[in-house]
């Protein structure tokens, strides 16, 4: 077997294993159940909620945007370059002509667009569901509110409501089945790009930063999911379909390593894009909201988001 093989599967061993036991953690140990948690336990989880704030955030910002940006811009150049190309060999068009109207097309910012429809497309999805949810009408013999989109009984969580997912948990966040989905997507491409590695260091290098990232994200997906008020077996079922993203990826991308194939890049791009909108919404109107909410010293929150933050930005500089 070539090392560079043995490389990718070890990596891709070490992936799963360290998501899921990531992961597990706090959605498996009662200790992190914030209704029961009182005085300097709840202060300390409450620590523990900014710093997975502060992942997410730089997760958002330094990995799931900056990746869609540059990957969009970078597959729409090349769809601009292979058109000149074409009508280079036809002739109908001057270079100067051509030169300018390229220009014209990667000066809108076109990757921005995407993101911002992903952003949208979370926010019109939520707010038909709770519409929905609302104007409901009460069945006879029940109360006025649907029992359906009252939020979990978590009082640490307000602004969770659990709504019903078509095969999902009826009494789960939707919140938190969008922050799922996006943090999964994100993963399958981070997968993806370790398995089309060409060099045994360079996949080495990319796979330990995936490792670290994946670490902390899952830890912080997992608290999220507990915090959220979901149920126990679809936590176990988000956070082991989570675990199994990166790795799927993976083997994609060594399939087509080996294969020599290319996969549709422009169209994993743009979802790329539109998950990394999702992700912004999720984390700037949801999580970092719900954290600086608390009633915990102002200066000692901004002190854990910005080490979560901080974690993230220097996973950057090897990712």
């Known amino acids: 077997m070539e090392p560079l093989l043995v490389v990718k599967i070890g990596c891709l061993v070490a992936l799963l294993f360290i998501t899921l036991v990531c992961g597990l953690i706090p959605a498996q140990v009662k200790w992190f159940q914030i209704k029961a948690a009182k005085g300097w336990h709840r202060r300390i989880l409450s620590y523990i909620g900014c710093f997975a704030a502060g992942v997410f955030l730089g997760a958002c910002l330094m990995h799931t945007a900056a ?42 910012p076109f ?11 979370v926010f019109l999805t939520e707010s038909l569901v709770l519409h929905c949810c609302h104007s409901a009408p009460p069945s006879h013999g029940a109360p006025d509110k649907d029992p359906a989109c009252s939020a979990p009984s978590v009082p ?70 507990v915090q959220s008020g979901t149920r126990p077996r679809w936590r176990l079922l988000y956070l082991g379909i989570f675990a199994l993203m990166s790795p799927s990826g993976m083997a994609v991308g060594i399939g087509l390593s080996l294969s020599g194939g290319a996969a549709s890049g422009l169209a994993m791009a743009l979802l790329e894009g539109l998950a990394a909108g999702t992700f912004l919404y999720i984390t700037f109107l949801e999580i970092l909201p719900h954290e600086l909410s608390s009633s915990e010293p102002p200066l000692a929150k901004f002190s854990f988001i910005a080490l979560g933050f901080t974690v993230m930005a220097t996973i950057a500089v090897w990712a």
């Open 67 to 108: 990746d869609a940006l540059t990957d969009i811009q970078g597959e729409l150049g090349k769809r601009l370059q292979q058109a000149v190309a074409g009508q280079n060999l036809t002739g109908t068009q001057n270079n100067s002509s051509r030169a300018s109207a390229c220009g014209a097309e990667l000066d809108y």
């Open 111 to 121: 990757a921005e667009l995407v993101i911002s429809l992903g952003f949208f497309l």
């Open 156 to 225: 640490s969580v307000p602004h969770s409501h659990g709504v019903p997912v078509p095969g999902g948990p009826s009494p789960g966040s939707f919140r938190a089945l969008v922050l799922f989905i996006t943090l999964s997507l994100h993963s399958l491409f981070e997968g993806l790009a370790v398995g089309v590695q060409q060099g045994e260091a360079g996949a080495l290098q990319l796979c330990l930063a995936v490792l670290a990232h994946k670490g902390v994200i899952a830890f912080s997906l997992g608290l999220q999911l």
